[in-house]
């Protein structure tokens, strides 16, 4: 069995993830396999591989294509291309909608964009959407592609592209919400080509020789989270922090006023974890009481000038609202924190669902527990994939509202889904997951009556 990195005695993160760098582009550039797939943690370094990767292989006059699954993406990629290497041609392909890309790529004159691939052609490296590539017809395929966030990509989608390619790089972060779909897939399951399935799960159902890889080290997680997350999501491909337990610090320059939100705040600052529990209580999604907790802990957060010490430099920088994430399940909990939010004049602070901010870095985060207040434990609310993402998002600390009582309520409810032949389970699920989380956060708990 394969000692988990953190076990490891004298783990060099910094060493590690160049070895496993080196075996990935190795295989990229010289393997003779059609695909190859890397899995990463949160915060491991997808883009920087993505774009290493694709500098190497332009460096070796091999032409390619890059899939992502968003134009934000998309355009986040183009921006460091061109930030790693001025002088290298980049091809922005996007769609005839009115505003298809980031205006910043305007004022780079070596990216060339176009709503047609042809305007493209000759240029070494040209990224789109999966969608857009979908729609491109006539051309010659590339050498090589590199598929960025492929579990979040659809086999249906991956399907649509791949004849334009000879040989892929498969980039993505296995514990991360499942493909999303706007209609039930229940009559595909278990079959080959589930529609549905993620590109990675039906590319390695029917080609499971293609070299696999993952990426050993987190640089976003601090010591104090990477533990939790690996244990809880990823317990069959382990990883640690590429940062000790003194590396980053969270320190107030305003004392604590002794109120909940005030201690939880503290509580995290110390120990990168904070559960401020209201009692139980079944609410309505949009539990205005939890709301307010958030709300309440966001302005404490900023009014008390937090400054965050990392290894990224020598002095401290200021904790301010772009620094600092809110996450939900759904958006109506989301608008209804923006207003809370706006109403004690906070501004400038992300809020937003799980799903929209799978990528994103903070260095705090105040996130509203799935299944905070609820009767019932469903399959969305319990989706593993959801609270990873809420619970993955900072560099320094997350605290989490809930209310009491979601222990009960999973045991409550165990799951029900039906077992589908054919179908791979994912492990851990949900209910263990959170049971994970939750007896961890329990740790460092705080207990708060509003209005008290």
């Given at each position: 069995m394969t000692?988990?990195?953190?076990d490891r005695p004298?783990?060099d993160?910094?060493?590690?993830a160049a070895?496993?760098?080196a075996?990935?582009?190795?295989?990229?550039?010289?393997g003779t396999?059609r695909g190859v797939?890397?899995?990463?943690?949160?915060?491991?370094?997808?883009?920087?591989?993505v774009?290493r990767?694709?500098?190497e292989l332009a460096s070796?006059?091999?032409?390619?294509m890059?899939?992502?699954q968003?134009?934000?993406?998309v355009?986040?990629?183009v921006l460091?291309?061109a930030?790693?290497?001025?002088?290298?041609?980049v091809?922005?392909?996007h769609?005839s909608?009115?505003d298809?890309?980031?205006?910043?790529?305007?004022?780079l004159p070596?990216v060339?964009?176009s709503?047609k691939a042809?305007?493209?052609?000759?240029?070494d490296?040209?990224?789109?959407?999966?969608?857009?590539?979908?729609?491109v017809?006539g051309?010659?395929?590339?050498?090589?592609?590199i598929?960025?966030?492929?579990?979040q990509?659809r086999?249906d989608?991956?399907l649509?592209?791949?004849?334009?390619f000879e040989?892929a790089?498969?980039?993505g972060d296995p514990g991360?919400?499942?493909p999303?779909?706007?209609?039930?897939?229940?009559?595909?399951?278990?079959l080959?080509?589930?529609?549905s399935a993620s590109?990675v799960?039906?590319?390695?159902?029917?080609?499971?020789?293609?070299?696999?890889?993952?990426?050993?080290v987190?640089?976003?997680?601090?010591?104090?989270a990477a533990p939790?997350?690996?244990?809880?999501f990823y317990?069959y491909?382990?990883?640690r922090?590429?940062?000790?337990p003194e590396?980053?610090?969270l320190?107030f320059g305003?004392?604590?006023s002794?109120s909940?939100p005030?201690?939880?705040?503290?509580?995290?600052?110390e120990?990168?974890?904070?559960?401020?529990?209201l009692?139980?209580?079944?609410?309505p999604?949009?539990d205005?009481?939890?709301v307010?907790?958030?709300a309440q802990?966001?302005?404490?957060?900023?009014d008390r000038g937090g400054?965050?010490?990392?290894?990224?430099?020598?002095?401290?920088?200021?904790l301010t609202a772009d620094?600092?994430a809110v996450?939900?399940?759904?958006?109506?909990?989301?608008?209804a924190?923006?207003?809370a939010?706006a109403?004690?004049?906070?501004?400038?602070?992300?809020?937003?669902?799980?799903?929209?901010?799978?990528?994103?870095e903070f260095d705090v985060?105040v996130?509203?527990?799935?299944?905070?207040?609820?009767?019932d434990?469903?399959?969305?609310?319990?989706e593993?994939?959801?609270?990873?993402?809420?619970?993955?998002r900072?560099?320094?600390?997350?605290i989490?509202?809930?209310?009491?009582?979601v222990?009960?309520?999973?045991?409550?409810?165990?799951?029900?889904?039906?077992?589908q032949l054919?179908?791979?389970v994912?492990?851990?699920?949900?209910?263990?997951a959170n049971?994970?989380?939750?007896?961890h956060?329990?740790?460092?708990?705080?207990?708060?009556?509003?209005?008290?």
């Amino acid at each position: 069995m394969t000692r988990p990195p953190a076990d490891r005695p004298g783990f060099d993160p910094g060493a590690e993830a160049a070895r496993a760098t080196a075996g990935i582009l190795h295989d990229t550039l010289h393997g003779t396999h059609r695909g190859v797939v890397v899995d990463s943690p949160p915060g491991a370094g997808k883009s920087t591989l993505v774009v290493r990767a694709a500098l190497e292989l332009a460096s070796a006059g091999r032409p390619l294509m890059v899939v992502a699954q968003t134009n934000a993406q998309v355009d986040d990629l183009v921006l460091r291309l061109a930030e790693k290497q001025p002088d290298l041609p980049v091809g922005r392909l996007h769609s005839s909608e009115s505003d298809p890309y980031d205006k910043a790529l305007d004022d780079l004159p070596q990216v060339r964009k176009s709503a047609k691939a042809a305007d493209l052609a000759g240029i070494d490296v040209v990224l789109s959407t999966a969608a857009k590539w979908a729609h491109v017809k006539g051309v010659e395929p590339w050498r090589h592609a590199i598929v960025d966030e492929a579990y979040q990509m659809r086999s249906d989608s991956l399907l649509a592209v791949a004849s334009l390619f000879e040989q892929a790089l498969f980039v993505g972060d296995p514990g991360q919400l499942d493909p999303f779909s706007i209609v039930g897939a229940d009559q595909w399951a278990g079959l080959s080509y589930d529609p549905s399935a993620s590109a990675v799960s039906t590319l390695l159902a029917h080609n499971p020789q293609l070299p696999q890889h993952r990426l050993p080290v987190s640089w976003r997680l601090p010591a104090s989270a990477a533990p939790l997350v690996s244990d809880a999501f990823y317990p069959y491909t382990p990883f640690r922090s590429g940062t000790g337990p003194e590396d980053r610090r969270l320190s107030f320059g305003v004392p604590s006023s002794g109120s909940a939100p005030d201690r939880v705040i503290d509580e995290a600052a110390e120990s990168g974890w904070g559960l401020l529990e209201l009692p139980a209580r079944h609410t309505p999604r949009t539990d205005p009481e939890a709301v307010g907790a958030l709300a309440q802990v966001v302005r404490r957060l900023l009014d008390r000038g937090g400054a965050a010490l990392s290894e990224r430099s020598p002095d401290p920088t200021p904790l301010t609202a772009d620094r600092v994430a809110v996450g939900t399940a759904h958006r109506d909990q989301a608008a209804a924190v923006r207003a809370a939010l706006a109403a004690l004049g906070v501004t400038g602070v992300a809020v937003d669902t799980a799903n929209r901010l799978q990528g994103r870095e903070f260095d705090v985060t105040v996130v509203l527990h799935p299944l905070s207040g609820r009767p019932d434990a469903t399959a969305f609310h319990l989706e593993t994939g959801r609270l990873c993402v809420l619970a993955s998002r900072h560099r320094h600390a997350c605290i989490v509202i809930c209310r009491e009582g979601v222990t009960g309520l999973l045991d409550e409810h165990p799951s029900t889904e039906p077992v589908q032949l054919g179908v791979t389970v994912k492990f851990p699920d949900g209910w263990e997951a959170n049971h994970s989380v939750l007896a961890h956060l329990a740790e460092h708990r705080v207990r708060w009556v509003p209005g008290r």
